[in-house]
């Protein structure tokens, strides 16, 4: 797996949003698998992502879950793969984002999650029945975030739109 991981990351030389060739890592970075689960999510994964180093990203983010599998509870676990199914739906990869998103996916998650991720799943597959479900699902979870929630209203308010541009539709409506 690790090499796998390596020639990820050795072809994620990308164009970044200015259009400019972007340098990207060739090889996980180590020291990162060593940080604590919080530090490392507000970590550099984030900045490759932004940078659009999309599979060094995720490379880093499926290295620190192997890495950190025995130490990280199941809801960081569920997290990681959240995050590397955003990645891809971020850069336009939706086929490649959906696995992941339903790794995120786990019976003992809350409703809240459950039907968070359920929307964003709905919403790549184009399933509008499903999207409306899991919109009344999330709202009625306890403990839900108003920011999910504008961004499943989002998903729904413009459904053939990119992961992205979607996913803040909504909250552009409102202002």
């Known amino acids: 797996m690790a090499g796998l991981l390596a020639a ?7 164009t970044g949003e200015s259009g400019a060739q972007q340098t990207c890592p060739s090889q996980i970075d180590r020291a990162q698998l060593e940080l604590a ?3 490392f999510d507000s970590s550099q994964w984030r900045d490759l992502l932004n940078r659009g180093c999309v599979d060094a990203a995720v490379a880093q983010l499926q290295a620190y879950r192997e890495a950190n599998a025995s130490r990280l509870t199941p809801e960081q676990t569920r997290e990681l793969h959240f995050h590397v199914g955003q990645a891809y739906a971020m850069s336009g ?3 490649e984002s ?3 998103f339903e790794q995120a996916q786990g019976t003992d998650a809350s409703q809240e ?7 964003t799943v709905a919403f790549l597959r ?3 029945p499903a999207l409306t479900a899991a919109r009344a699902s999330y709202a009625s979870a306890p403990h839900f975030s108003e920011m ?3 961004i499943i209203d989002g998903f729904i308010a413009c459904p053939d739109r990119p ?4 996913a803040h539709c909504r909250m552009q409506m409102d202002h």
Request: a negative charge; hydrophobic letters at 40%.
């Open 8 to 14: 990820l990351v050795a072809s994620a030389c990308q």
């Open 37 to 39: 689960y919080d530090t």
């Open 93 to 95: 990869r939706d086929n």
């Open 98 to 100: 959906i696995p992941h």
């Open 113 to 119: 999650w459950s039907a968070y991720v359920a929307a």
């Open 126 to 128: 184009h399933n509008a």
């Open 148 to 150: 999910r929630l504008s």
């Open 163 to 166: 992961y992205m541009e979607a």
